[in-house]
């Protein structure tokens, strides 16, 4: 499982996608690995970066899930809650959650989400790709 605003998806969200799908593979085919990727609703991208994401979220959840079928990658795209963000960790029990590497998540409140919903799944953070060209604040179309 994945989680993001991916505004303006750029290459950066792509590689974001395909580690996540390599990590969660050690071990299983990579055919296997369902990539569950959660898009930020806007109003709590307002919330926690202070402003609007350039597309709307529909356009976004639409784009990421275009990419996934274009990449022929099982997995789904899904808005995340409106009011809790951390209710999809209980509705799809993920067993990894990968986080990008500049994705400012308090890791011990979601290690505590994850036990109070009796998870116990591996947390890894991801490398960046070229950040110093694709990130969505440069990437604006």
């Known amino acids: 499982m994945v989680f993001g605003t991916f505004d303006n998806l ?7 996608f ?4 390599r990590f969660g593979a050690k071990g299983i085919e990579l055919d296997n ?3 569950i990727i959660i898009v930020a609703r806007d109003k709590n991208v307002l919330q926690i970066k202070g402003k609007l994401p350039h597309q709307k979220e ?5 784009k990421v899930r275009e990419a996934l079928r274009l990449a022929n990658w099982s997995g789904r ?6 009011s809790n963000q951390w209710l999809v960790l209980k509705k799809y029990q993920p067993q990894i959650v990968a986080l990008g590497y500049d994705q ?11 036990a109070g919903a009796g998870l116990f799944c591996k947390i890894k953070r991801l490398k960046s790709y070229h ?4 990130k969505s604040s440069y990437c604006r179309g």
Not at 18 to 21: L, M, T
Not at 58 to 62: G, L, P, T
């Open 104 to 114: 400012r998540t308090d890791i011990k409140k979601l290690k505590e989400v994850l």
């Open 131 to 134: 950040p110093e060209k694709y």
């Open 33 to 35: 690995v369902e990539l």
């Open 10 to 16: 750029h290459p950066g969200h792509l590689n974001y």
């Open 77 to 82: 795209a899904v808005l995340g809650s409106p």
């Open 58 to 62: 529909r356009i976004r959840v639409a």
């Open 18 to 21: 395909w580690q996540a799908r």
